[in-house]
């Protein structure tokens, strides 16, 4: 069991569009910094995107102007909305809780972008 749940993922066409979500409990969202984070096979997991304590939103330089990362207090809940999605996007996604001395990891979600 674990206290991050991503969902969303799937399979999209090059240009296409898909939202993430990661649905957390109220003592982790409201204590905790969130972002995204992706990994392909043989590679290591890289950053994607976070948001700041004060709500700014942090990217990436390969996916800015493309992704967007949201949160929804009412829901506990922060979203990873993919546009313009590319081949290299390709990647299992994991939501990250972090508050410097722990951090917590969902179990990832699968995004394929293909033809």
């Known amino acids: 069991q674990t206290p991050l749940v991503d969902s969303g993922g799937g399979l999209a066409q090059p240009g296409g569009s898909l939202r993430l979500s990661c649905a957390t409990s109220?003592?982790?969202?409201?204590?905790?910094?969130m972002g995204w984070y992706r990994q392909v096979p043989g590679k290591q997991r890289e950053y994607v995107a976070s948001?700041?304590?004060?709500?700014?939103?942090h990217y990436t330089d390969s996916v800015e102007g493309r992704f967007t990362i949201t949160r929804d207090s009412a829901k506990n809940t922060i979203y990873l909305q993919m546009n313009e999605l590319k081949l290299e996007d390709t990647a299992v996604y994991y939501c990250?809780?972090?508050?410097?001395?722990?951090?917590?990891w969902g179990s990832g979600a699968q995004v394929t972008v293909s033809t």
């Open positions: 990250k809780a972090d508050r410097g001395i722990d951090c917590s």
């Open positions: 109220p003592s982790i969202f409201n204590s905790y910094a």
């Open positions: 948001m700041s304590a004060d709500g700014t939103p």
